[in-house]
């Protein structure tokens, strides 16, 4: 079957660093999204990863590893307004997205 | 402002009645698709149309249907309502065959079903 993992909460402080895991086990793969969802709003996009290796916008980076099924997004100098669930979803050979529960991400002051 | 509308925002519903849930994107996508989103649970395909006049099913079909009469619509219908689909639903839509491509969500609408 088809499996995205991601943690379920993490906690960090305002002004630090945090690195949010994905792993995926996929019928295929055509690339990796991950997107943002504040509370009771609709999810945004956020990167895109088809490629090995680090791509950065901003103070948001995401990494991939496609021969371990790894991804991470990683967020900098954390702001109060990040406090969201980040989810990650894996397109698969029929193109459609398979998408992880998502990790709750709470930003302290 | 471009991007895709759902309606209602919100609805409470009796148990065995119907109810179409709409979904209008301006964007001129050709797929589309309908989620729900359940706490602790991934967002889960229902129904999904990669072009109009197509449709198929996702992971968690049953109970629903969906109809794609053109590009910019693609309504929902609950047949008859059962508690279990009580949740969020989303619509979205994105640029069919381009892997790239992410999908644009509504602002969902919020079913309960008493």
């Known amino acids: 079957g088809q499996n995205i993992d991601q943690p379920t909460e993490m906690t960090a402080t305002e002004g630090a660093i945090v690195q949010i895991n994905c792993t995926y086990q996929?019928?295929?793969?055509?690339?990796l999204f991950w997107y943002q969802q504040h509370a009771g709003e609709a999810p945004t996009f956020l990167s895109y990863n088809v490629l090995d290796g680090l791509e950065e916008k901003g103070r948001f980076s995401s990494f991939l590893s496609r021969s371990k099924g790894y991804s991470y997004l990683l967020l900098k100098e954390l702001q109060m307004k990040d406090s969201a669930s980040y989810l990650c979803a894996v397109r698969d050979s029929n193109y459609q997205l398979i998408w992880g529960a998502g990790t709750k991400l709470i930003i302290k002051p | 402002t471009a991007g895709i509308t759902q309606a209602p925002t919100s609805q409470i519903l009796a148990a065995g009645r119907s109810m179409t849930l709409r979904c209008t994107q301006d964007?001129?996508?050709?797929?589309m698709y309908w989620y729900r989103q359940d706490l602790g649970l991934g967002l889960r395909l229902i129904h999904y149309s990669n072009t109009a006049g197509t449709t198929g099913k996702g992971e968690v079909p049953d109970g629903y249907s969906v109809s794609r009469a053109n590009t910019d619509d693609f309504p929902l219908t609950l047949a008859s309502a059962v508690p279990s689909q009580t949740s969020v639903y989303f619509c979205a839509s994105s640029e069919w065959g381009q892997a790239d491509q992410p999908q644009h969500f509504g602002d969902g609408t919020r079913l309960s079903i008493l």
């Open positions: 996929t019928s295929g793969f055509n690339g």
């Open positions: 964007m001129r996508h050709n797929a």
